[in-house]
């Protein structure tokens, strides 16, 4: 039986949560890149899944990395916390986002902030 990894994660062991989670990004990808970006022709799964090969040009293609913050906004007390609509009740996430082209995680932690939580945070008071 198939189950939502999100639904299913926190019953993982981490090892077993990283390879699951790798596993979903990748049959993810496969089933959104079926086809070659530079001929269209039908590619195929290649080095034992982690790449797509184009037999007509030749071209491989490979799975997008793209960086992402993940930040716990607090007051030394209280804890900023997310949520989207769709989940179930009392679900809530810490903020989360992907980085900008040219952007440092600093500054991408004041912009995702704002955007998602409309609170002022200043890049200089990121900690690590």
Excluded: K
């Amino acid at each position: 039986r198939f189950s939502s990894v999100r639904a299913v994660a926190a019953q993982l062991l981490p090892d077993s949560a990283a390879a699951v989670c790798q596993a979903r990004a990748l049959l993810h990808w496969h089933m959104r890149n079926a086809f070659c970006a530079a001929c269209g022709g039908r590619s195929l799964p290649a080095a034992g899944g982690s790449v797509r090969a184009c037999p007509s040009c030749g071209a491989e293609h490979h799975p997008r990395c793209d960086p992402v913050v993940i930040m716990l906004v607090h007051d030394g007390e209280r804890c900023l916390l997310g949520r989207q609509r769709v989940w179930e009740p009392n679900r809530y996430s810490v903020l989360a986002g992907f980085m900008e082209p040219g952007e440092t995680m600093e500054e991408d932690v004041a912009r995702e902030v704002l955007e998602e939580a409309g609170v002022v945070v200043d890049a200089a008071d990121v900690r690590y």
